[in-house]
């Protein structure tokens, strides 16, 4: 397989192949972010869209520190214009009631559910929670700068998240009982 070093050298050079490996190469990781945050896939197609529109705009500053960088910085460029997306479409609102969540003595064990199951669930939370809950996660954000993103208090990142895990583990438990592993 090609390596990213190489792959970015030939986009660097103007060829238009190897912008075109770069989009199928990592399009398949791209919609699996956009789907972390926002649920309608035409509207993920529209963010991808203008996600590649910025990486290719932007590659000439961008700064190879490895292989996987350049995959890293394009999810980045991906996960910020979904949350672009969100705010702009008036998407993402914080939910202050509190589900009933799972029983703490409960330990809810996600091992055996396949991942994509996990993603539809985490698709399934209400959008404030589930941003909250794919900054903190997968993005490795701080509540800090989740509320800096966000436009929204430290506190407010905090229980987001607190609910937003509560609701997963509760989805994973019921799921777990009425599915035959």
Do not use: C
């Not at 994509?116 to 399934?124: F, H, L, P």
């Amino acid at each position: 397989m090609e390596t990213e070093k190489s792959l970015l050298e030939d986009i660097l050079q103007g060829k238009r192949t190897a912008m075109r490996r770069l989009y199928e190469r990592y399009s398949g990781y791209a919609m699996a972010v956009g789907l972390r945050y926002i649920a309608d896939r035409d509207a993920v197609q529209d963010v991808l869209q203008d996600s590649f529109v910025k990486v290719f705009a932007a590659i000439d500053g961008f700064s190879y520190r490895g292989e996987g960088s350049l995959k890293a910085w394009v999810m980045r460029i991906v996960a910020n214009e979904s949350l672009n997306y969100l705010k702009q479409n008036q998407r993402l609102q914080f939910v202050d009631e509190m589900p009933d969540v799972a029983d703490e003595d409960e330990e809810v064990d996600v091992k055996n559910i396949p991942m994509s199951v996990v993603m539809q669930m985490i698709q399934q939370l209400p959008a404030g929670y589930r941003t909250v809950f794919n900054q903190f996660v997968f993005e490795e954000k701080s509540h800090r700068e989740i509320a800096s993103d966000l436009g929204i208090k430290e506190s407010t990142s905090a229980s987001q998240y607190f609910r937003a895990k509560n609701l997963l583990a509760k989805m994973i438990q019921e799921y777990s009982k009425t599915t035959t592993i």
